[in-house]
């Protein structure tokens, strides 16, 4: 007899530092599956009251599923990681918000009775493996205009987002990429990130043995000044550059997820509580409004208001995808509720492995904030769509 719907808790959640893709990056000689795989290494020594055959399952995104991110990379990286082969695993895609929906898929399971207690994550090398590698898109896209041609270049719908929104310009998205790096900067100093990362050995054939303790995309002291003369490489003139934007990035991303109540047998202590989630189509065209009516819909399967969310963690692919969403919903730019710390402008962006360190870093500030009840983890995807997580303070 299936069980009633059980509730679904974020128990604890680690990441590799964030790197740099390419020839100089910090993982351009390391496997994407080593990166996953310290990472379940960590969750379970982390945590030693879960035992390891009761993980009932390991959910792994990757965008680009080939090369060392293939091999149905949740199964493969869990027996990497020394989890008894009992324990089965699968792929993930949803390009960028892959881990969001490794745990919105264990989720429904752990609700449904499938599943007690599982583990969900994302990686992305995209120094080994760029955004778009090996893909085919369908010619009919184009010649039937399904979608714009801007549709398939991540920038040029951020260009088009901002003729969509004339009163977000370059220097409002530039303000508010200064402000994520400073906030990143200052959450370093204050030792709020260390201990949600998880070293990661490096090697690279011409310099020996490194170790990653720390991301490698922020850009400290970066200005307003800065800012201006960057260029504009998707639109002569445009309002896109390099520096209010996410980089291309490498890292993986882990959490455990489980059942109220089992979490509760094994001794595990649960952070917050899975209250609703939603995934919503737009014009791909304009990707970067996909999180407004994905945290609409969220919000209407919650019974909730935007008035009654506490603390948002936005995912800032591009600066001008964040404020179109924040002046939907009336929002100031600088608002303390919104990524406390900073976000992906200055961490990075490691496609499908964002959607978990938005998840992890949303479970701190509630033990950090006891008085706020609900928070909300958000993303724009490519191909237009949106994803949104609503969680419970279970601080």
């Avoid at 740099?20 to 993982?27: A, H, I, R, T, W």
């Avoid at 055959?53 to 493969?76: F, M, N």
């Avoid at 920038?155 to 088009?160: C, I, K």
Wanted: net charge negative.
């Amino acid at each position: 007899m299936v069980p009633a719907s059980r509730e679904v808790v974020f128990v604890d959640g680690v990441r590799t530092p964030f790197g740099k893709s390419g020839p100089k990056g910090l993982y351009a000689e390391t496997r994407a599956d080593d990166l996953v795989v310290r990472v379940i290494r960590e969750l379970m020594r982390r945590n030693p009251a879960l035992p390891p055959e009761r993980v009932d399952e390991v959910a792994i995104a990757a965008t680009t599923q080939i090369g060392d991110q293939g091999l149905t990379i949740g199964r493969s990286a869990a027996v990497l990681a020394g989890l008894p082969k009992s324990v089965p695993g699968y792929a993930i895609d949803r390009m960028c918000a892959g881990a969001m929906t490794a745990v919105t898929n264990v989720a429904g399971g752990i609700s449904f009775g499938a599943y007690d207690v599982a583990i969900a994550g994302g990686v992305e090398h995209m120094g080994r493996h760029p955004m778009g590698e090996g893909v085919d898109p369908n010619p009919r896209f184009l010649s039937e205009r399904l979608v714009d041609g801007s549709a398939l270049i991540m920038g040029m719908t951020a260009e088009n987002l901002h003729d969509r929104y004339p009163s977000i310009t370059k220097e409002r998205a530039d303000a508010y990429a200064v402000a994520s790096q400073e906030k990143v900067a200052k959450a370093y100093a204050d030792g709020r990130i260390q201990h949600d990362l998880v070293p990661m050995a490096t090697r690279k054939a011409a310099e020996g043995w490194g170790l990653a303790t720390a991301d490698e995309p922020p850009r400290p002291g970066t200005t307003l000044e800065g800012l201006r003369t960057l260029k504009t490489p998707f639109r002569a003139h445009g309002r896109v550059t390099a520096g209010n934007a996410a980089g291309l990035n490498d890292g993986a991303t882990g959490c455990l997820v489980a059942a109220e109540e089992v979490a509760g047998e094994l001794g595990l202590t649960p952070r917050m509580r899975l209250v609703s989630y939603a995934f919503a189509g737009v014009d791909p065209e304009v990707m970067g409004i996909g999180p407004i009516p994905s945290t609409e819909r969220a919000l209407r399967l919650a019974g909730l208001t935007i008035d009654d969310i506490g603390l948002f963690e936005i995912n800032e692919a591009f600066a001008v995808q964040v404020l179109a969403f924040l002046e939907h919903f009336g929002i100031a730019d600088d608002d303390p509720r919104v990524n406390p710390w900073g976000g992906a402008i200055a961490f990075g962006h490691p496609l499908a492995s964002s959607g978990v360190r938005l998840m992890t870093q949303l479970s701190r500030h509630f033990a950090d904030s006891p008085d706020v009840r609900y928070g909300i983890t958000t993303m724009c995807v490519g191909m237009g769509m949106g994803g949104t997580v609503i969680w419970e303070n279970m601080a």
